[in-house]
């Protein structure tokens, strides 16, 4: 083969106030994975829409395998054997994996369509990923990274050539993203070719064979993976030299005592929810001015732990000191009145409220603070805390009045962060704070972490990145099933270290 | 960047934007009444546009007007009351109740009140009833966890059947003039009458005013206070706002209080009206309440909406009626087209808005 598989020219689509795509250029070869990158708002959103039929571009043309195509909807582009596979599965949960496989497809025929068919297919299928799963499962029994895994099945029984992955790798731990990067490869020596879209440049390096940078809806760059380096993709994707994602550290506050002390959580087996996580008996403290990293596989407890505290999720014992003294925190309403605050790790289900401006967004925590004795908000005194903290955090939007949902995630959850600053937390607790989001917003999140530490902020973090782990915490505590496996402090903590307190079982260590 | 970033926030003042976006907002429904409108004066040849008319329409959509109001609460947040229409009747019933002392049907219109508890206290008892009723079903659903739907399912059969108990299943008429002008009273407005030289006299009817005036002030409500601000909350993303630190359970509970509030007024404006309590007063009024809840933009989703959209639903449907009804239209038709209006109403606000989004 000679020619690319997929020639996008002159690539244009304007939305009304913006030019989201200005003449962009993008080819794929056969056979070949290929990283597509940006900072969020440079236009590969549109472009991955444009691709699944779902944007039409306004001028330029689509050429696969030579032959000009148009892609007017979806159906279309699939019918051409473009599959996407978006970041929020589009599975149904009530239904076997062999009817997600085939929905609106079905084999047999077209009244009473064969079971039998299907599975045998579906089997067929999840074959070529090398995965065992039984087709008769119900979806919402599966896990995200087999929930994924039937996502792709789906492309493939679409006889499809393109295969374009929006961040598949956010929802999974690592060594599910290294199974997936398998599959990926495995993919590629099939002949299939793969648009992948990811912020974690690590991934890109390992996997991809070439890179396209987009950065403020133009093309920023083009390149081998083999001939470049992390720091040239960032010097593409923000224009500048980012020198350290993970800005140093911060000063200490004069006041260093232990802020929250948690003594025994712990939380037993749910009948009612089965997959609810167990704690057993969880004790940590954290000290003014500190990031204290929470590193642990995914589905290993850090993130109950932090609900806990917050009073998210009811726990059965376990004690809460601040400031040295026992507080009872039932509601996460106790929390906010104690000055603990939590970002949680998924945004848009937990924390954004879409529909609602940025200013209302922001305010939601301190309307009491904010409102007079009658209830009514004081408009003004709402405007000065949106204009405090878009100064502060740098948030870019056109008026704090437009709705949430038009930010770029970076932005968006800067406003989140924005809610809880805005109490002036004596510990806040960041839960993936950075994911989903471009690097630039990444490094200010960073700092801004920093700040927080440095102004006496006690910071719990918890990442499922080890390098942001890594870079930011002071110390680090390692959970494993519920337990607190290590603690590690800054200066003797490797990737190699933690990773086997998180992953390895006890005696094998 | 930096420089993209002051030019702009140096846009616009944000507080005029805002109104903007949310005027437009109102649109689709706005104009769809204004289209009805104008066909409908044309077709009647003027007569639809005559005061009289005109103040009769807004006579009738009050009631549903009034309940749709609480319903926009309730829907905001991603509920559903179904319950209104038989809990307006309970509270019509226990507001002739209280006022006659009696559940006896005496059709002694002026010797009674001195039994009962007065005309301030039969409205109170209505009201009472109905915030009494929406804080059962309230509770049901946000502590005992079954869903508005199932709830006020129930709601609508058990108060009913409540109703039909308490008047021993027939009507209880006749109160005071007092009573009635909460019904048919007006504020004259002796210019307009000679204006268009009427023979009755022309103002604006009672219940129009009590409408009105609970119109604004729900709009004040949910634009300017921290309940209204929550109640946006709650409907958009009940688990943010559980994060955020808002009581959800209980604002949950407070919007069925309110939208049994207004079932209990317009049930004791709607006994006043017909200067009798029906026990089957308000049959199917939900579907009419929250079709005006729906056409005025409100998402069933929760989360997006207002009560000026929801008063001009109640006003589309009430213009609809009655101008079928002047041009002679058959009710039997008139439900068909009503119907497809609802859809269609529905349908344009979509349109308008995803235009507006892209």
């Not at chain 1, 795509?21 to 991955?48: C, D, M, Q, R, Y």
């Not at chain 2, 409908?40 to 549903?64: C, D, K, M, W, Y």
């Not at chain 2, 059947?161 to 027939?170: A, C, D, H, Q």
Request: aromatic letters at 6%; hydrophobic letters at 50%; glycine letters at 10%.
């Amino acid at each position: 083969m000679s020619g690319p598989l997929l020639k996008m020219t002159g690539i244009t689509k304007r939305f009304p106030g913006v030019l989201a795509l200005n003449n962009v250029n993008f080819e794929v070869a056969p056979g070949e994975i290929h990283g597509l990158l940006g900072e969020n708002g440079a236009g590969k959103s549109t472009l991955l829409k444009i691709l699944s039929g779902a944007h039409h571009p306004d001028s330029g043309s689509i050429e696969l395998a030579g032959q000009r195509i148009m892609l007017d909807s979806p159906h279309q582009a699939q019918a051409q054997g473009i599959v996407t596979i978006y970041q929020e599965f589009n599975l149904v949960p009530q239904l076997t994996i062999a009817e997600n496989v085939y929905i609106g497809r079905e084999p047999g025929n077209p009244i009473l369509f064969s079971w039998r068919k299907m599975a045998e297919q579906t089997r067929a299928v999840t074959a070529r990923i090398g995965i065992q799963l039984d087709p008769m499962t119900q979806v919402r029994d599966l896990s995200v990274a087999e929930q994924q895994m039937v996502e792709i099945a789906r492309a493939l029984s679409m006889q499809s050539r393109l295969i374009i992955m929006d961040e598949p790798t956010s929802a999974l731990s690592e060594s599910e993203v290294v199974r997936l990067k398998q599959i990926m490869r495995d993919l590629k020596a099939q002949g299939l070719s793969i648009i992948f879209v990811t912020h974690r440049l690590e991934e890109v390096m390992d996997v991809c064979d070439r890179i396209t940078v987009l950065r403020d809806g133009h093309n920023a760059g083009e390149a081998e993976v083999k001939v470049i380096q992390i720091p040239d993709i960032i010097r593409m994707m923000v224009g500048r030299v980012v020198d350290d994602l993970y800005a140093g550290q911060h000063a200490l506050p004069v006041d260093q005592s232990v802020a929250l002390q948690v003594k025994n959580l712990r939380r037993r087996i749910n009948k009612q929810d089965p997959h609810a996580i167990v704690l057993h008996g969880i004790s940590f403290e954290v000290r003014r001015g500190e990031i204290l990293g929470l590193a642990g596989l995914v589905g290993a407890g850090r993130t109950e732990i932090a609900r806990a505290i917050f009073g998210a999720d009811p726990l059965e014992t376990g004690e809460i000191f601040l400031d040295g003294q026992p507080i009872t925190i039932r509601t996460p309403q106790d929390a906010i009145r104690h000055g603990i605050g939590l970002v949680p790790e998924d945004r848009k289900q937990q924390a954004l409220f879409l529909a609602l401006a940025v200013r209302e967004n922001a305010s939601m925590a301190m309307l009491p603070q904010l409102s007079n004795a009658l209830g009514f908000i004081k408009a003004r005194d709402e405007a000065t805390l949106m204009e405090t903290y878009r100064q502060k955090l740098n948030i870019r939007m056109a008026t704090s009045e437009v709705k949430v949902r038009n930010l770029s995630g970076g932005n968006q959850q800067k406003v989140v962060i924005a809610r809880w600053l805005a109490l002036q937390p004596k510990v806040l607790i960041v839960d993936e704070p950075t994911r989903g989001i471009d690097v630039a917003a990444k490094a200010e999140v960073h700092a801004l972490l920093h700040e927080m530490a440095a102004s006496g902020i006690a910071v719990i973090m918890i990442s499922s990145e080890l390098p942001e782990i890594l870079g930011m915490s002071d110390r680090i505590l390692t959970i494993r099933e519920g337990r607190l496996t290590g603690e590690v402090f800054r200066k003797d903590a490797t990737q190699e270290a933690l990773m086997a307190l998180m992953a390895v079982r006890e005696g094998a260590s | 960047m930096a420089t993209q970033q002051t030019a702009l926030s140096a846009s616009p003042p944000k507080a005029e934007r805002r109104d903007a976006t949310r005027i437009i907002g109102q649109f689709a429904p706005l104009i769809f009444l204004f289209v009805l409108i104008v066909i409908f004066a044309i077709a009647t040849e003027g007569r639809f546009l005559n005061p009289l008319n005109i103040f009769n329409v807004l006579r009738q959509v009050s009631i549903t007007g009034m309940i749709a109001l609480g319903m926009t609460f309730v829907i905001l947040t991603g509920g559903i009351d179904l319950s209104v229409g038989s809990l307006l009747a309970l509270a019509g019933m226990a507001a002739a109740i209280a006022f006659k002392g009696t559940n006896q049907n005496t059709l002694s219109l002026e010797t009674t009140d001195a039994v009962g508890l007065g005309v301030a206290g039969a409205a109170i008892m209505a009201m009472l009833v109905g915030t009494a009723g929406g804080f059962i079903q309230g509770f049901a659903i946000t502590r005992l966890g079954i869903p508005a739907f199932i709830v006020t399912l129930g709601g609508l059969t058990i108060w009913r059947g409540l109703t039909l108990i308490l008047s021993n299943g027939g009507p209880i008429s006749g109160f005071t003039p007092d009573y009635r002008y909460w019904g048919n009273g007006l504020i004259e407005l002796p210019w307009l009458t000679e204006l268009v030289q009427s023979r009755v006299a022309i103002g604006i009817p009672i219940p129009v005013i009590v409408f009105l005036s609970f119109t604004i002030l729900a709009y004040v409500v949910l634009r300017y206070t921290r309940y209204g601000r929550h109640v946006y909350a709650v409907g958009g993303n009940p688990e943010a706002a559980r994060l955020s630190g808002l009581n959800v359970k209980m604002i949950t509970l407070s919007v069925y209080m309110i939208v049994g509030f207004f079932a209990g007024l317009g049930g004791f404006v709607l006994s006043a009206r017909l200067n009798s309590s029906e026990a089957v007063a308000g049959i199917g009024s939900e579907l009419d309440v929250i079709a005006a809840v729906v056409i005025g933009g409100t998402s069933l989703f929760g989360g997006e909406g207002n009560v000026l959209g929801t008063a001009i639903g109640a006003l589309l449907i009430g213009v609809l009626v009655n101008g079928l009804v002047m041009l002679n239209v058959s009710s039997y038709i008139q439900q068909i087209i009503i119907g497809l209006i609802i859809i269609l109403a529905v349908a344009f606000d979509r349109y308008v808005k995803s235009r507006r989004r892209a």
